[in-house]
């Protein structure tokens, strides 16, 4: 030790407090290495097992998610195609000319079980009396005057079973092929017909390969009704809801549609009949198509006769776009739903006419 100015101190002669500062300063940066020796541990650590992870079950989920992907991509380009259905429903009509225009001589309701590989069809007589939207009962054959969407309506307004498709062909031809049950040919002498090229050929395709045991064509069960010197037919009922069962599986009494009678209250003509098309689309059974007692109706009025049908009332109004719904007390057994057709009603014909 020196005793002089700038000469070291020994140090034995380290003060007490001095000795212990710089042992606690000596503790806390070993602490500190510790801790960075442990937490570089770790890291590494996580490093190698996330990195595993990645590298072996990273790459799967990536692979999934681009094959995810891969579908969506191809779907912008390509348009996703619609499944078909089991059973497919034609009405095939045989036409011949007349005085007044085209004439309905055939009509034949054919069913396609794409599924049980079967074919079957309901032919009507000519002289059958049907509700015919707008005009009232008349015979079947006089409904191709009105046009194709009117028959459409008038038999699937009839039979309550939904049509996907038509055919229209010469008479002739049509009685030759029921004759002979040679379904096929339908769409081989088609002139008219709401199918594309690529279904009309594979639905010819495909009741071409039905077996003769599996195809049934019969007549619509009907009872004779003489007016005058003139024989109507009129359809029976029961026999009629068998066939529909049989055929399409579709049980009247389970699925009962509500009825409508249709009263033109605004004096314009064919507007019951443009309303009861829409209904008729709308899975309605419309029972029947007449003048109101006036023509002065300025709204429409839906009138319900029962609670039950209530739901049905707005549906109907939904469809028609107009509509006010009036509630009735008295009960009858000829219509659920009564629509008197106002002033406030736009028939689809005049719409498209404005556009």
């Not at 579709?250 to 249709?262: A, L, M, Y």
């Amino acid at each position: 030790m020196r005793g002089r100015r700038g000469e070291k101190r020994s140090p034995a002669v380290v003060g007490y407090r001095t000795q212990k500062r710089i042992e606690r300063r000596q503790l806390r940066g070993k602490k500190i290495k510790l801790f960075l020796s442990i937490f570089s541990s770790l890291l590494l650590v996580a490093v190698i097992v996330f990195g595993g992870i990645f590298w072996f079950g990273g790459q799967d989920f990536l692979a999934r998610v681009l094959k995810r992907q891969k579908p969506e991509a191809n779907h912008a380009l390509k348009p996703r195609e619609e499944p078909k259905k089991v059973k497919t429903t034609i009405l095939v009509i045989g036409a011949r000319e007349n005085g007044d225009g085209e004439r309905a001589s055939g009509l034949l309701l054919m069913v396609y079980d794409s599924e049980a590989k079967k074919v079957a069809g309901v032919v009507f007589h000519e002289n059958t009396l049907v509700q015919i939207p707008g005009r009232g009962f008349e015979r079947i054959c006089e409904v191709l005057e009105s046009g194709i969407s009117t028959t459409l309506a008038t038999v699937k307004n009839f039979i309550g079973v939904p049509i996907d498709y038509y055919l229209q062909l010469d008479y002739f031809d049509f009685e030759r092929i029921v004759n002979n049950v040679a379904l096929e040919s339908f769409f081989d002498k088609a002139t008219k017909t709401n199918l594309s090229p690529t279904r009309r050929s594979e639905l010819r395709k495909e009741i071409a390969r039905v077996d003769s045991l599996n195809r049934h064509v019969i007549p619509l069960p009907v009872k004779p009704v003489t007016v005058g010197r003139e024989t109507y037919y009129e359809p029976k009922k029961d026999e009629v809801d068998h066939l529909v069962s049989l055929f399409w599986g579709i049980k009247r009494g389970e699925d009962q549609q509500v009825r409508v009678v249709i009263l033109n209250g605004c004096g314009l003509p064919g507007v019951a009949g443009d309303v009861a098309q829409k209904l008729i689309e709308g899975n309605y059974k419309v029972i029947d198509t007449k003048n109101a007692d006036n023509f002065n109706y300025v709204k429409t009025q839906i009138l319900v006769y029962s609670e039950q049908h209530k739901s049905a009332a707005f549906k109907i109004k939904d469809l028609l776009g107009v509509g006010v719904i009036l509630s009735k007390s008295f009960s009858q057994d000829l219509a659920d739903i009564a629509v008197i057709v106002g002033k406030d009603y736009q028939p689809t014909t005049q719409e498209e006419a404005e556009e």
